[in-house]
């Protein structure tokens, strides 16, 4: 009963394939947020949603889409991947914006 | 606009000793800092927040608002405490966090 879950823990796939990262988290958590960790370790903001409205939306570029069913799930819809989307996709959730977030495994994205 | 430096990338230190990881932040408003910690092939997870002023794990972290820091220490390492450690810190409305570089801790036996 793992409270953030993203899915897959790794994806490898091709330059220009759409891919999607899903994530669930079973906290009742009204805030879900996806980071993305560079090579270097560091870690961005790219999304976040707020009862399934997006509050925070980063310079990403609008290839990403972030799509929020409903307030548990938040997916990650990537068109026309590239080299440089290789990273490590974190999913978070919290309570509210001045709570701590709780973060799944991370997916582990490799584009070649 | 809001800034997490966290100087040091990686920092050894031997079992027992001593252990300061530094973090150092810019931001207009009234700061809200936190201690996030990845062990190895582990979720992050938060470690502690300034405004509880807790002791977690041996770890505490004082804000330092003249010298825009929030550096975090433990007197006595353990090896357990080998991880990837991130300073954040919340703002805008949101209360968004930005995170710095993070720092590789590894405690040497």
């Known amino acids: 009963d793992t409270a953030v879950s993203q899915t897959p823990k790794y994806l490898v796939t091709q330059m220009g394939n759409d891919k999607s990262i899903k994530c669930e988290q079973n906290l009742g958590h009204d805030t879900m947020y996806w980071y993305k960790q560079d090579s270097k370790k560091f870690l961005k903001i790219m999304f976040s949603y707020n009862n399934k409205e997006l509050i925070i939306n980063e310079t990403v570029p609008n290839r990403f889409s972030p799509k929020s069913p409903d307030k548990a799930h938040l997916n990650l819809h990537i068109n026309s991947l590239e080299l440089g989307d290789s990273a490590v996709y974190f999913c978070?959730?919290?309570?509210?914006?001045?709570?701590?977030?709780?973060f799944g495994n991370g997916t582990r994205l490799t584009v070649t | 606009a809001q800034r997490v430096t966290q100087p040091e990338k990686l920092l050894s230190v031997f079992k027992g000793a001593p252990v300061e990881l530094k973090c150092n932040y810019s931001y207009s408003g009234s700061p809200e800092l936190f201690w996030y910690v990845q062990y190895s092939r582990q979720r992050l997870q938060l470690l502690l927040r300034h405004i509880s002023r807790e002791s977690i794990k041996g770890f505490t972290a004082d804000l330092n608002k003249g010298e825009t820091s929030f550096h975090l220490k433990k007197p006595f390492a353990q090896e357990e405490d080998s991880a990837m450690y991130y300073c954040a810190l919340a703002s805008g409305s949101a209360r968004q966090l930005t995170f710095g570089s993070g720092t590789q801790l590894t405690v040497l036996p």
């Open positions: 978070a959730s919290s309570p509210g914006y001045n709570s701590p977030l709780h």
